[in-house]
């Protein structure tokens, strides 16, 4: 449950980044709702923020969506393993714990949609598993459809699996089909927004072709009303049609007001909080069944519950492995990159008339020879190795190092003698 609330968290912040600026829909809901935010204060996020907090979030975000994922197909796998030994009770909390991963990964799609779309690969084996995960749900909520499920915690699963059949009703099979309807709807919506070509398509033959046939139909009975108003002896013929005619026009409204609600953004994520706070309130209240009905204390705090605490330091690190790796980039885009120079190509010291070449080049002259030195023209500033000159490489240094040991040795009253001269 924890890492499901911030998985949820983290997508809503994230769309706090898409919102205000407008949805990848023309829909009329999003349209007016984004103009709104647009005017807010709340909402006024800078340009610099939000292009450098989108990615953060967006990787952030799709790391979350991919754990729940697999985490929801994990519990029911494991469920349906253990079918012939898991108590009725266990395989509920199974079920729901499997919905919250569910619901959790659907709301991320909200954030993730310009992301995958972008990226096909990544978006197919996506919806591959989602579909996996989308029947093993269905599974499970049809096998928790006996009347005499809510009665039956402590009893083997499988007893119930198996007389099944003819014995779906009452209170189990009114949620049996409640889940199954939100279930359809939210993976019906999380397709349709990773997917255009499939949204084109579902637009076509449940919202274009219905209102095109509506539309005809409502001119055809407007002609029929007119042509036989001005006949007087077929009137019950003239009510027909305008009765038929209003019924039309408002089947129509309704119609088009219904596909602008369920289309819009904003309605899907409402409905997925809805349909996360009802998982929420489910598993709360299948834990809230009486001691005696339970096998051993399910409220001991052991290893079912320290593993997957732990497992939420994995997201914290995750978080700020991406942060700093998007520190890091924005850093390279900057002018001259990471390091700021500290001199300019053109600058050169006032007090650096006369150079002193000390590198020890082919032909430089020994501090000790007695020769005058010679000023080097001002050598060329590197900015891009932080601003300080650049040295001098000897053309050969094998050489150099040859004439160096072949100097002279000095004796230390030779040296004293020069000195006591130069002063």
Known sequence: MASC??????????????????????????????????????????????????????????????????????????????????????????????????????????????????RPSLRNWRAVLMMILFFALIAASVLGGHWAWYQSWPYQAQCLFDDLIGNVHGSPALWMSVNIIMLLYGYYSGLKGIYPSFSDCI??????????????????????????????????????????????????????????ILGSSYFTLCFDDMFFGLAIWGILGDRNIPKWDMIGNENEFGFGQIVPLLLLASNILTFRDIYIDQLKEEETKKPGGTTTPLLSPVHTPPSSNLTMNMTGGPGDQHPDDGVELQPQP??????????????????????????????????????????NTNR
């Open 5 to 118: 609330a911030m998985t949820l968290i983290c997508a809503h912040v994230g769309l706090l980044f898409t919102i205000p600026h407008g949805l990848d829909n023309d829909n009329w809901i999003d349209a007016k709702i984004s103009r709104s935010l647009q005017a807010s204060s709340f909402f006024g996020i800078s340009s610099a923020k939000k292009d450098f907090w989108r990615p953060v979030l967006e990787n952030l975000v799709l790391s979350l969506s991919d754990q729940q994922i697999i985490t929801g197909l994990a519990i029911l796998i494991t469920g349906f393993i253990k079918h012939c030994s898991i108590s009725v009770y266990h395989f509920t909390i199974v079920t729901d714990l499997a919905t919250f991963s569910s619901n959790a990964h659907m709301t991320t799609l909200n954030y993730l949609q310009s992301y995958l779309k972008e």
């Open 203 to 260: 637009d076509t033959w449940t919202y274009e072709k219905p209102l095109s046939n509506m539309n005809s139909g409502i001119t055809w009975l407007s002609q029929r009303r007119i042509s036989n108003s001005k006949n007087f002896s077929s009137k019950a013929l003239q009510l027909f049609y305008t009765i038929s005619w209003v019924l039309l026009i408002s089947v129509r409204f309704i119609f088009v007001s219904l596909v602008i």
């Open 378 to 419: 001002p050598r060329r500033v590197d900015t891009e190795a932080g601003g300080r000159p650049l040295a001098r490489v000897p053309e050969d240094l094998n050489q150099e190092l040859h004439r160096r040991s072949t100097l002279p040795a000095r004796s230390p009253v030779e040296v004293n003698q020069r000195t």
